[in-house]
Protein backbone atom coordinates (compact mmCIF):
# COMPACT_ATOMS: atom_id res chain seq x y z
CA UNK A 1 0.00 0.00 0.00
CA UNK A 2 0.83 3.57 -0.28
CA UNK A 3 2.87 5.43 2.18
CA UNK A 4 2.93 8.44 4.24
CA UNK A 5 5.76 10.01 6.20
CA UNK A 6 6.70 7.38 8.53
CA UNK A 7 4.54 4.62 7.69
CA UNK A 8 6.00 2.28 5.03
CA UNK A 9 4.76 -0.38 3.34
CA UNK A 10 6.20 -3.73 5.72
CA UNK A 11 6.36 -7.23 4.50
CA UNK A 12 7.50 -9.87 7.33
CA UNK A 13 9.19 -13.53 6.49
CA UNK A 14 10.15 -16.29 8.16
CA UNK A 15 14.13 -16.63 7.47
CA UNK A 16 14.24 -18.92 4.42
CA UNK A 17 10.66 -18.13 2.46
CA UNK A 18 11.46 -16.23 -0.77
CA UNK A 19 10.38 -12.24 -0.22
CA UNK A 20 9.08 -10.31 -3.18
CA UNK A 21 8.82 -6.74 -2.99
CA UNK A 22 6.92 -4.94 -5.38
CA UNK A 23 7.50 -0.67 -6.92
CA UNK A 24 5.29 0.95 -9.04
CA UNK A 25 6.89 3.58 -11.20
CA UNK A 26 5.43 6.58 -12.97
CA UNK A 27 7.33 7.73 -16.13
CA UNK A 28 6.66 5.31 -19.03
CA UNK A 29 9.92 7.33 -20.39
CA UNK A 30 12.05 5.67 -17.89
CA UNK A 31 14.52 3.56 -19.18
CA UNK A 32 17.03 1.99 -16.28
CA UNK A 33 15.81 0.60 -12.84
CA UNK A 34 17.61 0.04 -9.77
CA UNK A 35 17.00 -1.59 -6.72
CA UNK A 36 18.51 -0.05 -3.25
CA UNK A 37 18.70 -1.73 0.08
CA UNK A 38 19.16 0.56 2.88
CA UNK A 39 19.93 -0.39 6.61
CA UNK A 40 19.28 1.49 9.40
CA UNK A 41 22.42 4.38 9.52
CA UNK A 42 23.55 3.52 6.44
CA UNK A 43 23.98 4.63 2.86
CA UNK A 44 21.82 2.79 -0.11
CA UNK A 45 23.70 0.00 -1.49
CA UNK A 46 22.94 -1.15 -5.43
CA UNK A 47 21.08 -4.73 -5.23
CA UNK A 48 20.56 -5.22 -9.24
CA UNK A 49 19.55 -3.24 -11.95
CA UNK A 50 17.50 -3.59 -15.01
CA UNK A 51 17.01 -1.51 -18.47
CA UNK A 52 13.84 -1.33 -20.57
CA UNK A 53 14.65 -3.59 -23.16
CA UNK A 54 14.55 -6.68 -20.75
CA UNK A 55 11.93 -8.03 -18.39
CA UNK A 56 13.93 -10.31 -16.34
CA UNK A 57 17.47 -9.85 -14.55
CA UNK A 58 18.43 -12.27 -12.02
CA UNK A 59 21.88 -11.80 -9.50
CA UNK A 60 22.68 -13.92 -6.59
CA UNK A 61 19.66 -14.76 -5.09
CA UNK A 62 17.27 -11.62 -6.65
CA UNK A 63 15.77 -11.46 -9.98
CA UNK A 64 13.95 -8.24 -10.50
CA UNK A 65 10.96 -8.39 -13.11
CA UNK A 66 9.72 -5.73 -14.98
CA UNK A 67 6.59 -5.10 -16.39
CA UNK A 68 6.54 -1.62 -19.16
CA UNK A 69 2.52 -2.38 -19.89
CA UNK A 70 1.64 -1.72 -16.08
CA UNK A 71 4.55 0.27 -15.01
CA UNK A 72 5.26 -2.50 -12.14
CA UNK A 73 8.94 -3.43 -11.21
CA UNK A 74 9.49 -6.28 -8.49
CA UNK A 75 12.37 -7.55 -6.28
CA UNK A 76 12.44 -11.34 -5.91
CA UNK A 77 15.06 -12.50 -3.03
CA UNK A 78 15.40 -16.32 -2.81
CA UNK A 79 16.06 -17.84 1.00
CA UNK A 80 15.85 -14.63 2.48
CA UNK A 81 18.25 -14.21 5.57
CA UNK A 82 17.88 -12.06 8.80
CA UNK A 83 20.52 -9.80 6.98
CA UNK A 84 17.91 -8.90 4.30
CA UNK A 85 16.23 -6.36 6.60
CA UNK A 86 16.23 -3.03 5.44
CA UNK A 87 14.39 -0.59 3.69
CA UNK A 88 14.33 -1.27 0.32
CA UNK A 89 13.95 1.47 -2.82
CA UNK A 90 13.41 1.25 -6.18
CA UNK A 91 14.46 3.72 -7.94
CA UNK A 92 14.11 4.88 -12.11
CA UNK A 93 16.20 7.17 -14.55
CA UNK A 94 13.89 8.80 -17.02
CA UNK A 95 16.99 9.21 -19.64
CA UNK A 96 19.76 12.01 -20.29
CA UNK A 97 22.20 12.06 -17.19
CA UNK A 98 21.68 9.71 -14.31
CA UNK A 99 19.59 11.44 -12.26
CA UNK A 100 16.82 8.78 -10.38
CA UNK A 101 13.86 9.34 -8.68
CA UNK A 102 13.20 7.03 -5.86
CA UNK A 103 10.09 5.60 -4.61
CA UNK A 104 8.54 5.31 -1.16
CA UNK A 105 10.54 2.33 0.05
CA UNK A 106 9.47 -1.54 1.50
CA UNK A 107 10.42 -2.43 4.86
CA UNK A 108 11.46 -6.26 4.78
CA UNK A 109 11.30 -7.95 8.35
CA UNK A 110 12.73 -11.30 8.32
CA UNK A 111 12.46 -13.52 11.53
CA UNK A 112 14.58 -16.31 12.36
CA UNK B 1 38.84 0.68 -2.79
CA UNK B 2 37.75 3.47 -0.46
CA UNK B 3 33.78 4.28 -0.56
CA UNK B 4 32.35 7.74 -0.33
CA UNK B 5 33.71 9.54 2.35
CA UNK B 6 30.91 12.21 4.57
CA UNK B 7 31.48 14.28 7.66
CA UNK B 8 30.07 14.97 9.64
CA UNK B 9 27.80 12.00 10.42
CA UNK B 10 26.12 13.93 13.30
CA UNK B 11 24.87 17.45 13.42
CA UNK B 12 22.47 19.49 15.97
CA UNK B 13 21.84 22.95 15.00
CA UNK B 14 19.13 25.67 16.23
CA UNK B 15 16.83 26.66 13.41
CA UNK B 16 18.48 30.24 11.63
CA UNK B 17 21.61 28.76 12.08
CA UNK B 18 24.18 27.26 9.25
CA UNK B 19 25.40 24.31 8.46
CA UNK B 20 27.79 22.96 5.86
CA UNK B 21 28.67 18.83 4.94
CA UNK B 22 31.37 17.75 3.13
CA UNK B 23 31.78 14.38 0.83
CA UNK B 24 34.78 13.22 -0.70
CA UNK B 25 33.46 10.57 -3.95
CA UNK B 26 35.18 7.20 -4.94
CA UNK B 27 38.26 8.16 -7.02
CA UNK B 28 37.88 8.77 -10.28
CA UNK B 29 34.56 9.29 -10.03
CA UNK B 30 33.11 12.49 -12.50
CA UNK B 31 29.24 12.55 -11.61
CA UNK B 32 28.78 13.67 -7.31
CA UNK B 33 25.37 13.98 -6.12
CA UNK B 34 23.60 15.54 -3.01
CA UNK B 35 20.56 13.79 -1.81
CA UNK B 36 17.95 14.72 0.91
CA UNK B 37 16.37 11.88 2.88
CA UNK B 38 13.23 12.77 5.39
CA UNK B 39 12.71 9.69 7.64
CA UNK B 40 10.61 7.19 5.98
CA UNK B 41 10.96 8.42 2.43
CA UNK B 42 13.36 7.51 -0.26
CA UNK B 43 15.95 10.28 -1.20
CA UNK B 44 15.38 13.04 -3.34
CA UNK B 45 18.11 14.63 -5.36
CA UNK B 46 19.32 18.45 -4.38
CA UNK B 47 22.25 18.71 -7.19
CA UNK B 48 23.69 16.66 -9.20
CA UNK B 49 27.16 17.71 -10.45
CA UNK B 50 29.53 16.23 -13.31
CA UNK B 51 33.08 16.89 -13.08
CA UNK B 52 32.65 20.82 -11.49
CA UNK B 53 29.90 21.91 -12.89
CA UNK B 54 25.93 21.34 -12.49
CA UNK B 55 24.32 19.36 -14.28
CA UNK B 56 20.89 19.58 -12.47
CA UNK B 57 19.84 21.77 -9.06
CA UNK B 58 16.05 21.91 -9.90
CA UNK B 59 15.09 20.13 -6.48
CA UNK B 60 17.87 22.72 -4.73
CA UNK B 61 16.21 25.64 -2.93
CA UNK B 62 18.33 27.93 -3.85
CA UNK B 63 17.45 30.93 -1.16
CA UNK B 64 18.54 28.31 1.69
CA UNK B 65 21.09 25.66 0.37
CA UNK B 66 23.97 26.02 -2.01
CA UNK B 67 26.44 23.20 -2.88
CA UNK B 68 30.35 23.59 -4.89
CA UNK B 69 32.32 21.39 -6.05
CA UNK B 70 35.59 23.68 -7.06
CA UNK B 71 38.08 21.28 -8.46
CA UNK B 72 35.76 18.05 -9.47
CA UNK B 73 36.40 16.26 -6.69
CA UNK B 74 35.27 17.12 -3.15
CA UNK B 75 32.19 18.87 -2.51
CA UNK B 76 30.39 20.68 0.48
CA UNK B 77 26.56 21.52 0.45
CA UNK B 78 25.46 24.50 2.90
CA UNK B 79 21.82 25.69 4.74
CA UNK B 80 21.99 28.86 5.26
CA UNK B 81 19.43 29.60 7.48
CA UNK B 82 18.30 26.28 8.57
CA UNK B 83 14.79 25.74 9.12
CA UNK B 84 12.95 22.86 11.23
CA UNK B 85 11.72 21.22 7.94
CA UNK B 86 15.71 20.68 6.83
CA UNK B 87 15.91 17.82 9.33
CA UNK B 88 16.83 15.19 7.19
CA UNK B 89 19.88 12.90 6.73
CA UNK B 90 22.37 14.15 3.66
CA UNK B 91 23.34 11.58 1.13
CA UNK B 92 26.20 12.02 -0.84
CA UNK B 93 26.62 9.61 -3.73
CA UNK B 94 29.11 9.44 -6.93
CA UNK B 95 29.08 7.13 -9.87
CA UNK B 96 31.33 7.12 -13.04
CA UNK B 97 29.76 9.05 -15.22
CA UNK B 98 26.78 10.93 -15.81
CA UNK B 99 24.68 9.85 -18.99
CA UNK B 100 24.26 6.56 -19.46
CA UNK B 101 22.38 5.74 -15.86
CA UNK B 102 25.66 4.31 -13.97
CA UNK B 103 25.30 2.72 -10.92
CA UNK B 104 25.64 5.47 -8.12
CA UNK B 105 27.31 4.38 -4.91
CA UNK B 106 26.45 5.78 -1.51
CA UNK B 107 27.58 7.42 1.21
CA UNK B 108 26.75 7.11 4.79
CA UNK B 109 24.84 10.20 5.44
CA UNK B 110 24.59 13.29 7.34
CA UNK B 111 21.71 12.96 10.24
CA UNK B 112 20.73 16.89 10.47
CA UNK B 113 18.67 17.76 13.51
CA UNK B 114 17.28 21.51 13.03
CA UNK B 115 15.66 22.03 16.78
Known amino acids: GESVGLHLPTLSVQEGDNSIINCAYSNSASDYFIWYKQESGKGPQFIIDIRSNMDKRQGQRVTVLLNKTVKHLSLQIAATQPGDSAVYFCAENIGGYSTLTFGKGTMLLVSP | EAGVAQSPRYKIIEKRQSVAFWCNPISGHATLYWYQQILGQGPKLLIQ????????DSQLPKDRFSAERLKGVDSTLKIQPAKLEDSAVYLC?????????????FGPGTRLTVT
Open chain 2, 93 to 105: ASSLRGQGAYEQY
Open chain 2, 49 to 56: FQNNGVVD
